[in-house]
């Protein structure tokens, strides 16, 4: 009993731990699982299962800067300003318990109950011990279905699509097969149309029902040669100055469109070369026809042809 509660830090009744034949009960059973699926990811920082855990089962993997009152990793201990004078109640180097120090932390997959002061670890620890980046790369690698926070470091393979229900004809249907339409504001686009009966909904209006339930697109940011294309872009960036520099975009239309632009003060935007993942087209600027060659080269020994 003892060492099983150690290890899984549950406390449970001996009668709930074993049953008369023997056998270990379904809740023991059921923590087990847990716990031997937690330990297969094999991280050696144990909070970092917990996160991938978590990850599998809400479909993303998302993290946000927060303070926090203490680090398990390091000497970030919890504690208190002292008081720089004395005072009625307090003498110079007491401790004001009303003012708790906080570090620079980091909390993975927040959900809407958010704990003031508690993270999961320091940014220093995050960066020592490189857990966004072992994460990524371990989620990347394993292949496993979930989205990845768009970030610095690396594109997740993977884009949660979520799934809603038609409020015209009942029928389930995943986000990315819904028609589109512009904002009010004109700013971009949201889903909208129903791919089965075509029922829109309406800003302020009728809307298709919103479920817990989810399923997975490829992420176009993550292809080969959107990866090869920032990179290439970054390099020419590199000897360029302010102006001079051009802007990669995604298309708020179509995710799977993406484009390289010029950007002016005196011309404003001017396009380069625009390029579509899954029809494998791209296009060039008029002005950049013979400027961009190293762009080209590059879509065109991915298979793509020029429109
Ligand atoms: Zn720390
Ligand atoms: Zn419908």
Same mark, same amino acid.
């Given at each position: +009993?003892?060492?099983?509660?150690?290890?899984?830090?549950?406390?449970?009744?001996?009668?709930?731990?074993?049953?008369?034949? $023997?056998?270990?009960?379904?809740?023991?059973?059921? !923590?087990?699982?847990?716990?031997?699926?937690?330990?297969?990811?094999?991280?050696?920082?144990?909070?970092?299962?917990?996160?991938?855990?978590?990850?599998?089962?809400?479909?993303?993997?998302?993290?946000?800067?927060?303070?926090?009152?203490?680090?398990?990793?390091?000497?970030?201990?919890?504690?208190?300003?002292?008081?720089?004078?004395?005072?009625?109640?307090?003498? %110079?180097?007491?401790?004001?318990?009303?003012?708790? !120090?906080?570090?620079? $932390?980091?909390?993975?997959?927040?959900?809407?109950?958010?704990?003031?002061?508690? $993270?999961? #670890?320091?940014?220093?620890?995050?960066?020592?011990?490189?857990?966004?980046?072992?994460?990524?790369?371990?989620?990347?690698?394993?292949?496993?279905?979930?989205?990845? #926070?768009?970030?610095?470091?690396?594109?997740? /393979?993977?884009?949660?699509?979520?799934?809603?229900?038609?409020?015209?004809?009942?029928?389930?249907?995943?986000?990315?097969? +819904?028609?589109?339409?512009? /904002?009010? #504001?004109?700013?971009?686009?949201?889903?909208? $149309?129903?791919?089965?009966?075509?029922?829109?909904?309406?800003?302020?209006?009728?809307?298709?029902?919103? /479920?817990?339930?989810?399923?997975?697109?490829?992420?176009?940011?993550?292809?080969?040669?959107?990866?090869?294309?920032?990179?290439?872009?970054?390099?020419?960036?590199?000897?360029?100055?302010?102006?001079?520099?051009?802007?990669?975009?995604?298309?708020?239309?179509?995710?799977?469109?993406?484009? !390289? %632009?010029?950007?002016?003060?005196?011309?404003?935007?001017?396009?380069?070369?625009?390029?579509?993942?899954?029809?494998?087209?791209?296009?060039?600027?008029?002005?950049?026809?013979? %400027?961009?060659?190293?762009?080209?080269?590059?879509?065109?020994?991915?298979?793509?042809?020029?429109?």
């Amino acid at each position: +009993m003892r060492s099983i509660e150690k290890l899984f830090k549950v406390e449970l009744p001996l009668e709930e731990l074993l049953k008369l034949d $023997g056998s270990v009960s379904d809740n023991i059973q059921n !923590i087990i699982n847990e716990a031997k699926k937690e330990a297969s990811y094999g991280f050696n920082l144990p909070v970092m299962n917990e996160i991938i855990k978590q990850s599998e089962k809400i479909g993303k993997l998302t993290w946000s800067h927060k303070q926090i009152k203490s680090c398990d990793y390091c000497d970030k201990k919890s504690d208190y300003y002292t008081y720089p004078r004395s005072g009625k109640y307090h003498r %110079k180097g007491d401790k004001n318990w009303n003012k708790p !120090i906080y570090y620079s $932390g980091i909390k993975f997959n927040e959900g809407f109950v958010s704990i003031q002061g508690h $993270g999961d #670890m320091c940014l220093g620890c995050c960066d020592r011990h490189k857990v966004k980046e072992r994460l990524i790369d371990y989620i990347i690698e394993k292949d496993l279905k979930i989205q990845i #926070m768009r970030n610095e470091y690396r594109q997740g /393979t993977y884009l949660k699509d979520d799934i809603r229900i038609c409020f015209n004809c009942d029928e389930e249907m995943l986000e990315s097969q +819904m028609s589109k339409e512009r /904002t009010m #504001m004109g700013n971009g686009f949201y889903p909208s $149309g129903c791919p089965k009966c075509g029922s829109k909904s309406i800003p302020f209006g009728r809307n298709h029902k919103v /479920t817990n339930k989810f399923g997975f697109i490829k992420n176009p940011e993550s292809c080969v040669e959107v990866v090869k294309i920032k990179e290439l872009l970054s390099e020419y960036n590199k000897e360029k100055l302010g102006d001079d520099r051009l802007n990669f975009n995604q298309s708020s239309q179509s995710i799977n469109t993406f484009s !390289i %632009k010029e950007e002016k003060w005196s011309n404003g935007y001017k396009e380069v070369l625009q390029f579509t993942t899954n029809s494998k087209k791209f296009v060039v600027g008029h002005t950049y026809k013979d %400027k961009c060659e190293n762009f080209k080269q590059l879509l065109l020994n991915h298979g793509y042809t020029e429109n």
